[in-house]
């Protein structure tokens, strides 16, 4: 028989093993059979937290929790474990095995907080400057979801207050309007690697005159697995009062966050600011901020100008003297808009003015509550949009609020609050979110609560909402000090888009 016909016999029998392949994999439903993508639960995702304090006085406590979803919650891991060290489980083969000098290894480690089940928060603390910045990683059905809090407080020092941040998926580029490197004040970017090759990082700061020469800020190091903290001011010589401060991932990725410590108005983590945008949203400004201070930039060759509206609770209105923001390119613009809310909660929400384009921009605000001695701050940069579910950790039954603002279009949000870490039964809750508005919900509480709990925010009709979660502390705890701290709630990336795909002969011709 010629080559020819045994090529074309072969290349036949291909086709119809392919085709009968295809034929009986191919489902009767789902992306490959209607041609439309489909939205998918992940099936691991990872977290990063920030060493809390440097504090001996500091109490942190660590929260964990995976919402209830379709997806089966008989299999999966989801668990935090201390910064340097592998992840139970994942790389090292501990235990009875020896290593290359023959020294017999110590037990697998233990993780620090590990979720068991959807639907259920897990709790953990740790007090003093010891606790350990954490790596985490959740696969299966524990993925969907999965989000972590750390909130620590302190009473004296530098920083003194409530300081929170949600646990933060790695990335490569982030931005961080609102830093300083003033005299009062110490703010240190934490930059945590949680993959197994070291990343290099670079820092580049800009201030009211454009950027600054520094030098110092390019390939910086972090080790495979580990955390590392910078303290700013050793990045640029002249003290600057209003900074943003860029950070890329030259190779690896990294999460990374800003602690701002300051030595009169105590401190928070300031986290990055949403992807640079024509409009941005800060959302959840209290209502008894007594400063306000506005730091926006835009980091493309344009200029931008702005309209300035405070979201309220009965409707949006500009505030008087501020009612407009013009950015140079480069340089960052700092505006003290005082006490903008007057008693009522609100946000503010950035928008470009008729004749400026769609210049990106990113922002973030400086709230500080109480008086004198008593003051306390706190950060609330650009929001991106809850989307279709929002979880965040952490809340207590007294001191816990949740600030929805839908900047366009009216909204609806269904609010679930979960059992406690200690017991309870989830409540829930649907609000409408008038269009230009905020709404300080009143959080549904779970019924027989014990601990702490997650709230989960979904999307149910109308525009995109932005939310932010505050957490206050009075009391013996707070020693007279206004403590609290704001997180954004952002979309928990419980699922993914999944192409539609359909068989194709046509990649068995020439």
């Not at 001996?56 to 989801?78: F, H, I, Q, R």
């Not at 603390?125 to 959740?138: D, H, M, Q, T």
């Not at 050793?234 to 410590?261: C, D, F, I, W, Y």
């Not at 009216?410 to 008038?434: D, E």
Request: charged share 20%; hydrophobic share 40%; with cysteine.
């Amino acid at each position: 028989m010629k080559r020819t016909t045994l090529s074309l016999i072969a290349a036949g029998a291909a086709l119809a093993a392919v085709t009968s392949v295809a034929a009986v994999a191919a489902p009767e439903e789902g992306p490959a059979a209607t041609g439309k993508a489909a939205q998918q639960p992940v099936e691991r995702t990872s977290l990063l937290c920030p060493a809390p304090s440097s504090s001996e006085l500091a109490e942190t406590t660590y929260t964990a929790y995976t919402p209830k979803t379709e997806v089966s919650s008989d299999s999966g891991t989801a668990a935090l474990v201390p910064a340097a060290r592998s992840l139970a489980g994942k790389d090292d083969k501990k235990g009875d095995e020896k290593d290359d000098k023959g020294d017999k290894k110590g037990e697998e480690e233990k993780p620090f907080l590990a979720v068991k089940k959807q639907g259920a928060p897990v709790t953990a603390e740790e007090n003093g400057s010891g606790a350990p910045a954490l790596i985490g990683l959740a696969e299966g059905s524990l993925a969907p979801g999965w989000s972590a809090q750390q909130t620590t407080h302190f009473t004296a020092g530098a920083g003194r207050g409530l300081h929170g941040a949600a646990c933060s998926a790695p990335d490569t580029d982030f931005w961080f309007p609102g830093a300083s490197t003033a005299e009062d004040r110490s703010d240190y970017l934490h930059l945590t690697n949680p993959d197994d090759a070291a990343a290099v990082v670079d820092i580049e700061l800009y201030g009211k005159d454009g950027a600054l020469d520094s030098e110092v800020g390019e390939g910086i190091q972090v080790p495979p697995r580990s955390s590392v903290p910078v303290l700013l001011s050793t990045l640029t010589g002249k003290p600057q009062t209003n900074l943003t401060v860029h950070v890329t991932a030259r190779s690896g990725r990294v999460a990374a966050a800003v602690q701002a410590l300051d030595q009169k108005v105590g401190g928070d983590w300031l986290t990055p600011s949403a992807e640079p945008s024509a409009s941005v949203v800060l959302p959840g400004i209290p209502k008894d901020a007594t400063a306000v201070r506005l730091v926006a930039f835009a980091p493309g060759s344009a200029d931008a100008d702005l309209k300035v509206s405070l979201a309220g609770p009965n409707g949006s209105l500009s505030p008087a003297g501020n009612e407009t923001l013009h950015l140079k390119s480069g340089m960052t613009t700092a505006v003290d808009l005082a006490d903008v809310t007057r008693g009522e909660p609100g946000s503010l929400v950035l928008t470009p003015t008729g004749d400026s384009g769609d210049t990106p921009v990113v922002a973030a605000v400086r709230v500080i509550r109480g008086k004198g001695a008593g003051q306390e701050s706190a950060f609330i940069p650009a929001a991106r949009p809850v989307g279709d579910r929002a979880t965040v950790t952490g809340n207590g039954a007294k001191g816990t609020y949740l600030s929805l603002t839908a900047p366009g279009k009216a909204a609806k949000v269904r609010v679930t609050a979960s059992a406690g870490t200690g017991g309870g039964t989830a409540a829930t809750k649907t609000y409408s979110v008038g269009a230009g508005r905020t709404l300080a919900a009143d959080v549904p509480l779970p019924d027989s609560l014990k601990g702490t709990y997650a709230l989960t925010v979904e999307t149910v009709s109308g525009g995109p909402v932005h939310a932010s979660r505050t957490l206050t502390l009075s009391g013996a705890a707070a020693d007279g000090i206004s403590m609290f701290t704001v997180q954004n709630l952002t979309d928990d990336r419980g699922t993914v888009t999944v192409p539609a795909a359909r068989p194709e002969m046509g990649v068995l011709l020439d």
